[in-house]
């Protein structure tokens, strides 16, 4: 069949696809108490089963039941991995609870406008300048770059450890560790 398959033949590779489709099955039930429907799975585990059926390398010495699974599997956590990403967005109509008569009330029901008080505006404005003088007085190049990345300060989009540790080419827990002595001391700075 592979043979056959590698040499043009359409009715190969449709018949390796049918033949395994119960190695898909079977590696299905590995996730059956997830949340998803167990024909959403099937279908993901096929289409894994299909990528690995057109990728298949037999000089590899491997064998294909073996590669398949291993695509089957990808597939399917691709999928948990892209649904647990989708899991946190937040829609403004999402349901939150109900009021007394038992009406829905969704989330945009119950954000509030706030209204500016100049009085804090001015104050803020205040602290933020406090604190970019502290910024540029204690700390040092680097923890400064990593302070002003993190937090979004001087007009930067706030970022997270991983893209900061990306940027420098260091590892997130040592962002991590710059991250904390920075703001001891700005904390001290403050005191």
């Known amino acids: 069949m592979l ?58 010495g491997i064998r294909l039941a073996t590669y398949a699974s291993r695509c089957i599997e990808n597939e399917l956590l691709m999928l948990m991995r892209s649904s647990k990403k989708q899991s946190r967005e937040v829609s403004l109509f999402d349901p939150v609870g109900s009021d007394k008569e038992g009406n829905t009330i969704q989330l945009l029901d119950i954000c509030v406008a706030e209204e500016v008080d100049i009085v804090e505006q001015m104050e803020e404005e205040q602290n933020l300048g406090k604190l970019q003088s502290y910024i540029d007085k204690v700390l040092t190049k680097r923890e400064r770059e990593i302070i002003i990345l993190r937090y979004g300060l001087c007009g930067e989009r706030e970022t997270t450890q991983r893209e900061i540790a990306e940027k420098f080419q260091i590892s997130r827990s040592y962002v991590s560790r710059i991250e904390k002595k920075a703001l001891k001391k700005l904390k001290a700075a403050y005191a």
């Open 3 to 60: 043979q056959g398959m590698r040499e043009g033949d359409t009715s190969c590779r449709d018949r390796l696809i049918e033949h395994n489709l119960r190695l898909v099955a079977h590696v299905v039930k590995k996730y059956s108490n997830s949340t998803y429907e167990q024909d959403d799975l099937i279908s993901i585990g096929t289409i894994g089963l299909i990528k690995a059926i057109d990728s298949f390398n037999q000089e590899k």
